[in-house]
């Protein structure tokens, strides 16, 4: 079985600075790991995603993250974060040989100040 | 770019009413899954469906909750007898021969 843990709830940050969103999963298989991101009022937008190879991976609107399998954490970062940032974001993780289900984490819902 | 589409967006039903979730998968996509969300809480797995059965169920999806896909392009959720905490944003999702999973927008089911 899988969990995400994903610490924070929520994350205030100023606009234009820099954000880390943190994640940390638990799995006895191996996994492809995932962020999703939810605008207000709106469903799930994949972000990015890790399949396999290099160890940092680009996704939409700036959005990064870096898998440390030592460490089992998936964190998502951006240098430079604008008020349309505003979301909950969600780490996800899914079992490598099976098709079954995607397990979400609890969310950290991203507030931009201004 | 390929949407899954949900209808309706919003349903208000009374308790102990039965009702159904549409969802239009990715037409190529041959995984299908519900997951539901309620108000401020995590997103949660109920039911994955793959060559015309389940595969595999969460303790939520109990005998209140059936699956059906009628014909080439619907994927249905049925809830038989509503209750109020089945009130929830339900989320439809589809996988293909890729390694992902795309979203619905969702219905908002709420039980009065």
């Known amino acids: 079985a899988q969990s995400v843990t994903q610490l924070d709830s929520q994350v205030p940050v100023f606009e234009e600075a820099p954000v880390e969103l943190r994640c940390n999963y638990s799995?006895?298989?191996?996994?492809?790991l995932f962020w999703y991101v939810q605008y207000p009022n709106q469903g799930l937008q994949l972000l990015l995603k890790y399949l396999s190879g290099s160890t940092l991976v680009k996704g939409i609107n700036g959005f990064e993250a870096e898998f440390n399998k030592s460490q089992t954490s998936f964190h998502l970062r951006k240098p430079s974060v604008h008020i349309s940032d505003t979301a909950e974001y969600f780490c996800a993780v899914s079992d490598r040989a099976r098709r079954d289900k995607i397990i979400f984490g609890k969310g950290t819902r991203l507030h931009i100040l201004p | 770019e390929p949407e899954v589409t949900q209808t309706p967006s919003h349903q208000v039903t009374q308790m102990g009413q039965e009702v159904i979730l549409r969802c239009v998968p990715i037409?190529?996509?041959?995984?299908f899954y519900w997951y539901r969300q309620i108000l401020g809480q995590k997103v949660e797995f109920l039911v994955s469906?793959?060559?015309?059965?389940?595969?595999?169920k969460s303790e939520i999806f109990d005998d209140q909750f059936s699956v059906e896909r009628p014909d080439g392009s619907n994927f249905t959720l049925k809830i038989r007898s509503t209750k109020l905490e089945d009130s929830a944003m339900y989320f439809c999702a589809s996988s293909g021969e890729g390694i992902g999973y795309t979203f619905g927008s969702g219905t908002r089911l709420t039980v009065v």
């Open positions: 037409s190529n996509h041959l995984y």
């Open positions: 799995s006895s298989v191996s996994v492809y």
């Open positions: 469906f793959y060559n015309n059965e389940i595969s595999e």
